[in-house]
């Protein structure tokens, strides 16, 4: 069965701090990952999106890891920033099938002064 | 702005009515996707269109339906309206089928009384 989970769930931090939100997938076959930023009541925003062959891929603060083996992957924030306080969202498209995205449930951050 | 336009932004009405949320994609973007989020909830994928045709179906009731009009603005209509019906919606657009960024809108917020 294709799943996203995440974790953990929610996350609160200090401001300046750096924190790691875990993505796990058992999407077959595999054919990217991408993570978003969603704040409250808006639309989520695209952060990076990886293929097969992509490691590392940074933007700005965010940096995210995958692991195509063992089908993990990562979202570092570096220097957490209150604006960093949303909830991020791990989503895995399949090369196959007419419904090919798959959505975590997201990690809650909280980023206090 | 993503360039993704929805309409209304807010939305109250009666158990048992019928409501038409309404989508422009960004420019040049051919699939428009639809997902319902739930308070609390994450994304729930409920519908796909490519260049004016279904694409993918994920969890939509049979009492919604869409459709992708040929200047690609989308259209979702939710009817028999049920209190757990309320929710977020969120329209999303990409330039390709499958692969890419998805860009979403702001979302509406509907909310059955």
């Known amino acids: 069965k294709n799943q996203v989970e995440q974790s953990p769930q929610s996350l609160i931090i200090l401001e300046g701090k750096n924190c790691t939100l875990q993505?796990?997938?058992?999407?077959?076959?595999?054919?990217?990952l991408r993570w978003y930023k969603q704040d409250t009541g808006r639309g989520p925003v695209s952060l990076t999106i990886?293929?097969?062959?992509?490691n590392t891929k940074s933007n700005g603060r965010y940096t995210a890891t995958l692991d195509a083996d063992t089908k993990q992957s990562s979202l570092h924030i570096t220097a957490s920033q209150l604006s960093d306080s949303a909830s991020y969202i791990c989503v895995v498209s399949s090369k196959t099938g007419a419904n090919n995205l798959f959505f975590g449930t997201g990690t809650r951050l909280t980023v206090i002064p | 702005d993503s360039g993704v336009t929805q309409t209304p932004k807010h939305l109250i009405t009666a158990t048992g009515q019928r409501v038409t949320l309404r989508c422009s994609p960004r420019?040049?973007?051919?699939?428009v996707y639809w997902y319902q989020q739930s308070l609390d909830q994450g994304l729930q994928f409920l519908i796909q269109y490519y260049n004016g045709e279904e694409r993918a179906k994920g969890n939509i009731l049979e009492r919604f339906s869409a459709q992708q009009f040929p200047d690609l603005h989308s259209e979702l209509n939710l009817s028999s309206l049920e209190l757990g019906d309320s929710a977020l919606y969120f329209c999303a657009s990409s330039v390709r089928a499958q692969e890419g960024i998805q860009y979403f809108g702001a979302g509406t917020r509907l909310s059955v009384l």
């Open positions: 420019s040049g973007d051919l699939s």
């Open positions: 990886m293929t097969f062959s992509e």
């Open positions: 993505c796990n997938y058992t999407v077959s076959p595999f054919s990217n």
